[in-house]
């Protein structure tokens, strides 16, 4: 199971986790509002989790029920960055006492 990182993550843009990921599987770009950790690549090491300063990276199984569409959204990123980033848009409009 793949680590996958939540809401909590958005408009933080702290990178911490992508300073201490051993195998690189954390990205973001300029457009992003969140970081992304890449499903196929990440080695589940959990060091991403402990570095994370506002609690945002959860193993897979462990992620919360009102932030559980973030796995897709996560593995989506690596396929199409456009409709990743239009989810997180339609997350925060559902949920603006989230954002």
Known sequence: MTFVIANACIDVMDKSCIEVCPVDCIF?????????????????????????????????????????VFTEINALWFEDKDAARAKIDSFLESSPSIS
């Open 28 to 68: 973001i770009e300029d457009d992003d509002r969140m970081c992304y950790i890449e499903p196929n690549d990440c080695i589940d090491c959990g060091v991403c989790e402990s570095a994370c300063p506002v609690g945002a990276i959860f193993e897979g199984s462990a992620v919360p029920h009102e932030s559980a």
